[in-house]
């Protein structure tokens, strides 16, 4: 009997290798040794304005903060971030989504982001502090362009006024 215990407790594991093919259990190691290195890099070379730490131990769910950066609307306020990678990460871009509520020409108001490293232009290079100074600098220098929030990015140009106004306004539901 004890031959057997050996033998189904080994059987669970060899499935799973076959099944993951050459990527698969080594690319979930991997990923995590990965995202370890960045979460290091993060807390051995802060910059400031910026951080991320995973929540509850998951190294592939992190919450980010940016502080808006000096002389534009977003000086002064904090904004929160979820970061969810895939489990071909670094190969794909993670999912960022601001959690704050958020009013920019190039984030929608389920905190969807436009930018080109999170899409088409991502790299294996970039990683989460990249990714968080990139966001920092999107909040001061919007792609008005191609825009998701239009109004945000008709006022942007137009009436620096009223986009502050209603960048407070919407950053204030974070706090009620």
């Known amino acids: 009997m004890d031959n057997d215990a050996e033998n189904s407790s080994s059987a669970p594991t060899a499935p799973n290798a076959k099944s993951a093919g050459p990527s ?26 910026i951080s991320a730490f995973p929540q509850n131990g998951n190294l592939l769910s992190w ?3 940016i502080h808006g950066p000096a002389e534009t609307p977003y000086d002064g306020l904090v904004f929160k971030l979820s970061l969810e990678f895939p489990s071909n990460y670094p190969m794909s871009p993670p999912t960022v989504l601001f959690t704050t509520p958020m009013f920019h020409p190039n984030v929608d108001m389920a905190g969807r982001i436009c930018l080109d490293i999170l899409k088409d232009k991502w790299s294996a290079v970039y990683n989460v502090q990249s990714i968080l100074l990139s966001l ?4 001061g220098e919007p792609n008005n362009k191609s825009p998701l929030n239009g109004q945000a990015a008709e006022l942007w140009d137009k009436d620096p ?3 502050k106004r209603l960048l407070m306004l919407r950053h204030q539901e974070a706090e009620d």
């Open 136 to 139: 920092q600098s999107l909040l």
């Open 24 to 49: 698969g259990i080594n690319a979930g190691q991997s990923v995590s040794k990965r995202l370890q290195q960045e979460l290091m890099q993060l807390m051995t070379n802060s910059t400031p304005g």
């Open 161 to 163: 006024k009223e986009y």
């Open 63 to 65: 919450t980010g903060t």
